[in-house]
């Protein structure tokens, strides 16, 4: 069973960081990997989906590595803003890519300080 | 925003009651899906669809049933609800399922809280 570890699983850092999330995952049989962002009482929101057959995507200030090998994900956030405080969850997909092969991790709380 | 709306959005039962959650979406997705979210477990498959009347279990699946009968409904239901159903449910839906590399982005719902006393 595919099991997702993020670390770290809480971080507070002031305004313009730069900051990188992680992500494991112990299946490497994976056919593709997406980060959300999940606000305090909302749902989630996909970020960046990140093919198998990819090293990475990039969105903004956001960048997210794929390493299928060795298990591991990062989502690198550059110039960090007050708006990117949220809860950053990663998610690889196991199987055929469908949403219903998506083990979620239990996400990284980010909190920016202005 | 992709177009889903949860009902309720909030919600206190009684355990042993029947419960049912709606999940209404605009966007003629065809693959529709349930998950709940606990403290210490994330997030979690209940039931998925993959077309009218097509559905099937996920991870998490004792005490629960879904219906869909149109595109645009999947109705979650606790047949008799229990403490350990007391959870954020989320409905979510995707485009494709398993996709050519394309519109495998899943878009979720804004969650039903549902206490169960």
């Known amino acids: 069973k595919q099991e997702v570890t993020q670390i770290p699983a809480a971080l507070s850092v002031p305004e313009g960081e730069n900051l990188v999330l992680n992500c494991s995952f112990t299946?490497?049989?994976?056919?593709?990997l997406q980060w959300f962002r999940q606000d305090p009482g909302k749902g989630l929101t996909s970020l960046l989906l990140?093919?198998?057959?990819?090293r990475e995507q990039t969105s903004g200030r956001l960048n997210a590595s794929l390493d299928k090998s060795s298990g591991r994900s990062t989502l690198y956030i550059a110039a960090s803003q007050p708006g990117d405080s949220a809860t950053y969850l990663c998610?690889?997909?196991?199987?055929?890519?469908?949403?219903?092969?998506?083990?979620f991790g239990k996400g990284t709380h980010l909190i920016i300080q202005p | 925003d992709a177009g889903i709306t949860q009902s309720p959005r909030h919600k206190v039962t009684e355990t042993g009651t029947p419960v049912t959650l709606r999940c209404h979406q605009t966007?003629?997705?065809?693959?529709m899906y349930w998950y709940r979210q606990d403290p210490g477990h994330g997030l979690r498959l209940i039931h998925y669809?993959?077309?009218?009347?097509?559905?099937d279990k996920g991870e998490v699946s004792d005490g629960y049933s879904v219906s869909r009968s149109k595109t645009e409904d999947f109705l979650l239901t606790l047949e008799s609800a229990t403490s350990s159903q007391t959870s954020v449910y989320f409905c979510?839906?995707?485009?494709?399922?398993?996709?050519?590399?394309?519109?495998?982005?899943?878009?979720f719902g804004e969650g039903s809280w549902l206490t169960v006393v």
């Open positions: 979510a839906i995707s485009e494709s399922y398993r996709g050519q590399g394309l519109g495998n982005t899943i878009y």
């Open positions: 299946d490497s049989a994976i056919y593709n």
């Open positions: 990140i093919q198998s057959s990819q």
């Open positions: 998610a690889p997909s196991d199987s055929g890519g469908g949403a219903d092969g998506l083990t």
């Open positions: 966007e003629n997705h065809r693959y």
């Open positions: 669809s993959y077309g009218v009347k097509d559905t």
